[in-house]
């Protein structure tokens, strides 16, 4: 039997999706048409497992996401109307030359990232260790993921900050990459910059979670939408251009969770279920999780946003401050069929944090930060290191029809080493402060 609530829901959000498309000149990738999808796409998969998980959605659900989602378009929206009136035409080809990084300089940086790689390695399977003495690399993931949700355990300060680093190096080699493909043709990609790419998967891994992953893609994809936005100058994309990019958006999710499912059987994550019940879970199951913790929603006594700001709290905490900072991981709730789910979109962080005006504040903010961000990396002559800081905050946008990502992670350590040490690359790499050739 086909829940009419959520049969409305998709529909609502389709219409969204139409009019935001309408409104941001077919752009798919701006702000508010990305955040109706985002939902829609969740919206639609809950649908399609309805009578499986026994979905049967209350209007109140219905009305809070509408409510979220508008708060945040009106006020994105109006932010860009303003911005369009400040200038016209602004952007400019702010392209040199080709970025090249010598292969004695990647070299180096490949030593480097497979030694830190390794004391990561190493730490990992001490904290492995200390759950089970008889660890493999079959169950090593799984004992540490353990360890992280059941005894608090991590790698140490210095340990992760050295991880950072190569997260840095990751995501600068991964814009080089980029960069050089989309402007200069892929005659000036050599195949070594994919090394310091591959090793920050491998160092990922390591930490027995698979959203370090999502966060690559998003930005890898949010990189190739906004330099070929540059490129070719494109301010209006007709339908055909958008059902093409929806196309290979389509293809891009696809791959993405064969990698994932991957993962997912590594870190022992995916446990007994098939790929399509784990991609459901992960994308559709947000709905009645909310769902569920709206209809059992009981106003208490909590810390101001103390799940929203667990990132900012946690380096408060680092300094010597004592805020509470215990919400890592959200319960699970349980449908029919023996599946369960702890993802319930981002609106359930701010309601149980904030209330329901709050929530309705948050989302303002949120569509102004995001709104001014787009339209300074699209329609000015930015620094392009600003596209890419960009595409790691886009997947806390595309991540919300899922779960809060943006706010949980706000200031948080990985946050800050890991814009840092991206910062500190690009202006070695990129901007070639240094350069490092071999001697003869």
């Given at each position: 039997?086909?829940?009419?609530?959520?049969?409305?829901?998709?529909?609502?959000?389709?219409m969204?999706?139409?009019?935001?498309?309408?409104?941001?000149?077919?752009?798919?990738?701006?702000?508010?048409?990305?955040?109706?999808?985002?939902f829609?796409?969740?919206?639609?998969?809950?649908?399609?497992?309805?009578?499986?998980w026994?979905?049967?959605?209350?209007y109140?659900?219905?009305?809070?996401?509408?409510?979220?989602?508008?708060?945040?378009?009106?006020?994105?929206?109006?932010?860009?109307?303003?911005?369009?009136?400040?200038?016209?035409n602004?952007?400019?080809?702010?392209?040199g030359?080709?970025?090249?990084?010598?292969?004695?300089?990647?070299?180096?940086?490949?030593?480097?990232?497979?030694?830190?790689?390794?004391?990561?390695?190493?730490?990992?399977?001490?904290?492995?260790?200390?759950?089970?003495?008889?660890?493999?690399?079959s169950?090593?993931?799984?004992?540490?993921?353990?360890?992280?949700?059941?005894?608090?355990?991590?790698?140490?300060?210095i340990?992760?900050?050295?991880?950072?680093s190569?997260?840095?190096?990751?995501?600068?080699?991964t814009?080089i990459?980029?960069?050089?493909?989309?402007?200069?043709?892929?005659?000036?990609?050599?195949?070594?910059?994919?090394?310091?790419?591959?090793?920050?998967?491998?160092?990922?891994?390591?930490?027995?979670?698979?959203?370090?992953?999502?966060k690559?893609?998003?930005?890898?994809?949010?990189?190739?939408v906004?330099?070929?936005?540059?490129?070719?100058?494109?301010?209006?994309?007709?339908v055909?251009?958008?059902i093409?990019i929806?196309?290979?958006?389509?293809?891009?999710?696809?791959i993405?969770?064969i990698?994932?499912?991957?993962?997912?059987?590594?870190?022992?994550?995916?446990?007994?279920?098939?790929?399509?019940?784990?991609?459901?879970?992960?994308?559709?199951?947000?709905?009645?999780?909310?769902?569920?913790?709206i209809?059992?929603?009981?106003?208490?006594?909590r810390?101001f946003?103390?799940?929203?700001?667990y990132?900012?709290?946690?380096?408060?905490?680092?300094?010597?401050?004592?805020?509470?900072?215990d919400?890592?991981?959200?319960?699970f709730?349980?449908?029919?069929?023996?599946?369960?789910?702890?993802?319930?979109?981002?609106?359930?962080t701010?309601?149980?944090?904030?209330?329901?005006i709050?929530?309705?504040?948050?989302?303002?903010?949120?569509?102004i930060?995001?709104?001014?961000?787009?339209?300074?990396?699209k329609?000015?002559?930015?620094?392009?290191?600003?596209?890419?800081?960009?595409?790691?905050?886009?997947y806390?946008?595309?991540?919300?029809g899922?779960?809060?990502?943006?706010?949980?992670?706000?200031?948080?350590?990985?946050?800050?080493?890991?814009?840092?040490?991206?910062?500190?690359?690009?202006?070695?790499?990129?901007?070639?402060?240094?350069?490092?050739r071999?001697?003869?």
């Open positions: 039997m086909v829940d009419y609530m959520l049969l409305l829901l998709v529909f609502i959000l389709f969204g999706i139409i009019i935001a498309l309408i409104l941001n000149n077919g752009d798919p990738f701006a702000p508010v048409p990305l955040s109706f999808e985002m829609f796409i969740s919206a639609f998969i809950a649908l399609l497992n309805q009578n499986k026994g979905v049967k959605l209350s109140i659900t219905v009305v809070i996401i509408i409510i979220g989602l508008l708060c945040f378009s009106i006020s994105a929206m109006i932010v860009n109307y303003l911005m369009i009136k400040i200038k016209k602004e952007v400019k080809k702010n392209v030359r080709p970025i090249i990084v010598s292969t004695f300089t990647v070299v180096l940086v490949t030593i480097y990232s497979i030694i830190i790689t390794g004391i990561v390695l190493k730490k990992t399977m001490e904290i492995a260790n200390s759950i089970s003495g008889n660890i493999n690399i169950n090593m993931m799984h004992l540490v993921r353990n360890a992280y949700i059941f005894q608090d355990a991590s790698l140490g300060l340990p992760s900050i050295l991880g950072f190569v997260t840095g190096l990751g995501y600068v080699f814009y990459i980029i960069y050089n493909f989309i402007f200069w043709g892929g005659k000036y990609v050599k195949k070594v910059y994919y090394i310091p790419c591959l090793i920050y998967l491998i160092e990922g891994a390591l930490s027995s979670g698979r959203t370090y992953l999502i690559w893609i998003v930005t890898i994809v949010t990189l190739i906004i330099l070929i936005y540059k490129k070719y100058n494109i301010k209006v994309l007709k055909g251009k958008i093409k929806m196309i290979y958006g389509i293809l891009a999710i696809v993405f969770f990698v994932f499912q991957i993962l997912g059987i590594f870190t022992q994550k995916t446990g007994k279920l098939n790929t399509w019940d784990m991609l459901s879970i992960y994308l559709g199951s947000s709905i009645p999780a909310l769902d569920y913790s209809i059992n929603y009981i106003p208490g006594e810390f946003g103390e799940e929203s700001f990132g900012l709290y946690g380096l408060l905490n680092h300094l010597g401050m004592d805020i509470p900072n919400i890592l991981h959200l319960p709730i349980y449908f029919e069929n023996g599946y369960s789910s702890n993802v319930y979109t981002s609106l359930r701010y309601i149980y944090d904030f209330g329901f709050g929530m309705c504040f948050v989302q303002i903010l949120l569509g930060f995001f709104s001014i961000y787009y339209n300074l990396i329609r000015f002559n930015l620094n392009y290191i600003w596209i890419l800081i960009y595409g790691m905050f886009n806390g946008l595309a991540m919300q899922i779960e809060d990502t943006f706010m949980r992670s706000f200031m948080s350590l990985t946050q800050i080493f890991s814009i840092v040490f991206i910062i500190i690359f690009y202006k070695l790499f990129v901007e070639q402060k240094i350069k490092i071999w001697r003869k």
